[in-house]
């Protein structure tokens, strides 16, 4: 691990460099790491760990979608996919994947299999962290780990197969058998990070639930609607308005930033959009400061922990999100968006 200086802090950082794919190998090398639950990151993880040598295992509940998704990904019966008890069995490291809500569901069980010796690890902090709601107590014995991609399970696949890699937090919440930062290290590598930055399980969720509320998800939608409904609301059409609030976002500036940084993409814009976006931008943040504090607030008190935990291990949890999501996607905001991307240039090239 090294040090490396962001803004006025330093940070602990693995690079591919000082841990490469061989390194990685040669800690693991006795190991089985056995994924448990193949919905969002699971099938990422799992096959580029494969992908790059390493012993891995799935564990999965047959019959359902996500054993069939594991069969059409090329793992196969009796021999690398199981159920989810004899994956928990052979694996030296489970690493636990399934949804927040699925991991306190399935603990008693799993939590048979973590013997002396074994690593267990997360993707994410939230049930240790919030151990007190969830009852997620991992043994003494055992290594508790994290690596968090900051990226979708999608995301972290095609990086990998592009030779790229999304940048990952890592942590350590226990280190029972003086591995445990060897190990995770070697699985932030070998699930194709780009870098992996050091942080707490606290932090990791902390961190996350606030960025997927904030700027990642909740905001940016919700800023996307005002700006929108005010278009329309003076006259402007579906298709100018999509375009002016979603389309040149995503499909132009956001890259841009991306590429070299929100002054680089301010410095490469027309000299009015400059002036205009520097004069507006303090008001923006004004207005949100308060709603990023209040919404931090809720996240370190457990307040959003505790609606979704309520929400999503409802009987009907699938059937009312499956409503909002509609309600979004048969909007008119997002059916001018899917008319706007259908009219794209590859789309149409490629008849």
Known sequence: MSKMKFGDTLETVVTREEFPFKKARNVLKNEVIAVIGYGVQGPAQAMNLRDSGFNVVIGQRKPSPSWDKALADGWKPGKNLFSIEKAAEEGTVIAYLLSDVGQVALWPTVKKYLTKGKALYFSHGFTVTFHKQTGVVPPKSIDVILVAPKGAGRSVRRNFLAGSGIN???????????????????????????????????????????????????????????QYAELRRRGHTPSEAFNETVEEATQSLIPLIGENGMDWMFANCSTTAQRGALDWKGKFRKAVAPVFKELYQKVKKGEETRRVLKSNSGPDYKKNLRRELDEIKNSEMWRAGAKVRSLRPEKWQKK
Do not use: C, H, P, W
């Open 168 to 226: 990952s937090s890592f942590a350590v919440f226990q280190d029972a058998t003086g591995r445990a930062f060897n190990r995770v290290k070697a699985l932030g590598i070998g699930i194709g990070s780009g870098f992996l930055f050091e942080t707490t399980f606290e932090k990791e969720v902390y961190s996350d639930l606030t960025g997927e509320r904030g700027v990642l998800m909740g905001a940016i939608a919700g800023l996307m609607e005002a």
